[in-house]
């Protein structure tokens, strides 16, 4: 999967763990609902990188991701309600229906059972 053109720049920064340059280059995508971008920075909260891990901003980034298209945000959905977060729960319900989604967006990444 490639990158869109206009992340290339945060991601570039993203390789050489320079998180600050990243996150100012996705910040203003993100509000202009750019759904790659606000994955991308839904992903930072999740792990932590550059920012405090953060479940309920991760959530909520990933989630307008998700309804912009983004089946890998999907995919990163599904992934926080199998472990959960800080501020997020587990929930496997949850986790298979945004796994489903994932799928259904493009964003397969393992066997179909996988989805099911």
Do not use: W
């Not at 309804?67 to 959960?84: C, D, K, P």
């Amino acid at each position: 999967m490639s990158i869109p053109d206009h992340l290339l720049e945060a991601s570039k920064a993203i390789d050489v763990e320079d998180y600050a340059k990243a996150i100012a280059i996705l910040e203003p995508l993100c509000e202009q609902h750019d759904a790659d971008a606000l994955g991308m920075l839904g992903v930072f909260y999740q792990l932590g990188l550059g920012v405090p891990v953060d479940g309920p901003k991760a959530l909520e980034l990933l989630s307008a991701a998700v309804e912009g298209g983004s089946g890998i945000a999907a995919h990163n959905l599904g992934t926080i309600y199998v472990t959960g977060l800080p501020g997020v729960a587990p929930d496997l319900k949850k986790s298979r229906l945004y796994y489903r989604t994932a799928k259904q967006l493009g964003a397969q990444i393992a066997p179909d059972s996988f989805y099911e």
